[in-house]
């Protein structure tokens, strides 16, 4: 019949079946039984979930900037193609972005107008004065990497972003788990009431920054976050003078998928949050979010930067121009890392043995100094990795957290379907008897 409905079992999804003994549908595979007006429920829900999210941004292109002849100078690395943009005051003696020496002078075509620029606030002196602060201290450092490390060689250079503004709605639904724990005599149980978990809301999220260079790593971007665009000023050359200024070579539309990335984890995260007060356990099934009152501004933002090339690899430092925020990676000195090692192993071995002759009655224990020996080099391993990722600061940011717009987030009510609960009972072993005492008349 072509009227006729068939139900799947929200557990397992396996087929349902109408008992007529209890008047539910009942799943023979794993056990579970509904009402009908579940089944119903839980199916309109699926066919609810079904709608898939829709991120899609909308952007313009942004106005040319050109001279009386319609082109720009700059410079052009002849190493890792970067062209940057600088007025006649300002000389470019190496790439920020490669440490490249031998940058020369052209003149380019197609530069954009940015809708608005962040000044720079933060000095060369102070730039420079971080960069030495984050050198300082680090034992795994090669000393010859110092050396070869130009300091006074830092750029200040204008990092052109995107920064896109929207608004997230839809829900999050989840399997959630209420469980309660009880004994008797017997056994003890335990039951699981399973539900439905839906929460669905709208999130604004503003100017979150995504770079527009090919050539500037996006992880390095990330960790110089956050700026406070709110400080923008409108396009004037003057802001230029004295810097480099990127060109941007990462349209609008390639840089939204990293945009809608993070509006995606933040708000799953914020409807999470919602839900995991209510449970004990949740369990992601499906998302629906959509944007819309999408918004791309682009901007230029200032970077203070210097690559330095090392045995082959290059090693960026980079610091925000507006707040000081710094993010780098420097080389390890293998030899160094193993000294640390085994340095910061042998002194935890010897104050661990020590503790162990102390109070072990002062005699030596062979099994417990192994014991201290092994203990002592894990905690060298501990400390040699610790001071191994200071070496590198970079972090990507998966989030936008810090750019959801004061009070944009509205939660919508609850909508939690009750599914099946399921009880485990555990039978308490039985006490054993004890044997019986012999007694003196026994023995005699």
Known sequence: MSDTLSF??????????????TGELSCEYCGASFTVEQAKAAQAAEREDAASSDMTWTSAAPALLTDENGKVSGYRCNSCGAEMVADEKTAATECPYCGNNA???????????????????????????????FYRGKKLLPRTFTETSRVENMTGLYVPFWLMSCRAS???TFEGIKTKRWEDDKASY?????????????????????????????????????????KSVAYDAAYFSGYLA????????????RASERVQNTFRDKMEDAAQRDYDSLEQKHESIRISDTK?????LPVWMLSTKFEGKVYSFAMNGQTGQVAGSLPVDKGAYTKQLALGALIAAVVLAAL???????????????????????IGLIRAASMKAAMNTIAKQTKAKGYVAEKGVHINPAHDLFLFSKTERREKQAAQPKPPQNTGAAQR
């Open 8 to 21: 799947k079992c929200p557990c397992c999804t396996a087929a349902l079946s109408f008992s007529g003994g």
């Open 103 to 133: 940058i020369i002078p052209q003149s380019f075509e197609g530069v954009y107008r940015p809708d608005l620029v962040v000044p720079f606030t933060v000095d060369r002196k102070r730039a420079q004065e971080a960069l030495r602060e």
């Open 170 to 172: 839809g829900s999050v």
């Open 190 to 230: 335990e039951k699981k009431d399973h539900y439905r978990v839906v929460r669905s809301g709208d999130m604004d999220f503003t100017r979150i920054p995504v770079d527009a260079s090919t050539k500037m790593d996006d992880d390095t971007m990330d960790s110089l976050e956050p700026y406070d665009v709110s």
């Open 246 to 257: 990127d060109r941007f070579d990462v349209s609008a539309e390639e840089a939204q998928p």
């Open 296 to 300: 791309t501004e682009y901007a230029m």
């Open 356 to 378: 162990v002759f102390l109070f072990g009655g002062r005699t030596f224990h062979p099994a417990g100094t192994a014991i201290a020996v092994v203990v002592g080099f894990l």
